[in-house]
């Protein structure tokens, strides 16, 4: 009988500090998970230790729900920006302006201009767009006469100065890798288990000299983007690849041996061997336009 005459087990005491006061109906804080009173009931009242999380919470709920329309998504996380639309000043990527993501245009934008209409997204070039089929076809031929072109010049230079053909055995070839070693140019702070030793070269079309050369050593690590970088700047080879989108501007590593352009994210001890050489190519376009010929 005491118990039912007991008002504290019916309502709950707010958890607020210095409150403490009796509530009949309680109000429930889904960020700090603690009850309080009328008063203290909103975090910013309450001083709430976790403000916000529910907010979150709801907003990465509602991310994971069908897309606002057909061709645009809520981006999530992504940094903040202003909107592509341009006579627009609103940033996105926050938590109360998320972005919108056109997959026609390829273009980030605000609840406003979400839609294309709204932003005109029928005349827009697509960011990251390729190429007509056509311009590829021809710039890959282009690319492949010049590979071609290299190889025969190459084979004719060799047929002159070096009579003798490369080494096939397993013995020859460790006796050329010994005596590559003694001769190639790298990071003496890089440890001698992680070297890859290379000939490296580039096109007349590439550099100012007729088929500079070098030797050199890159770790196993490396990807051959970086290997790129580190021989473009040896040979003294110009490298706008960071510059430029166009390929005809970038730089691409023809590897001899293989056969094949690598591509930029290639690990260099999965693709290379010592004693292999590599060419440096202007041009020639991603590994991907090669394979589609």
Known sequence: MKNREDASLVGKHCQYEYCNQLDFLPFFCQSCTKTF?????SETSHKCANAGAWAERK????????SIGQGRTLRDKISEKPCASPDCDTTIGTSLTPGVHCETCNRDYCLKHRFKDDHNCKN???IGARPLQIDVA????????????WGTTKKEQAGRALPKPKPS?????????????KTAKGDDKLAPEKRIYVY??????????????????????????RVLDAAARSLQV???????????DKLRVFHVEGGRVLDYGEKVGASIQSGNTLVLLRGVGAPADLIEV
């Open 59 to 66: 907003r990465q709920a509602q991310l994971s729900k069908p």
């Open 238 to 248: 110009q490298n706008v690849n960071n510059q430029s989108s166009d390929e005809r």
């Open 169 to 181: 055995s397993a013995a020859a070839r460790m006796v050329a890798v010994n005596s590559l070693k």
């Open 37 to 41: 009173c009328l008063d203290h009931r």
């Open 138 to 149: 021809q710039r890959t031929k282009s690319a492949l006469d010049r590979l071609r072109a």
């Open 124 to 126: 827009l070039t697509p």
């Open 200 to 225: 490296v070269e580039a096109e007349a079309e590439t550099a100012k000299a007729k088929f500079p050369k070098g030797e050199f050593y890159y770790s196993k690590d490396w990807v051959v983007g």
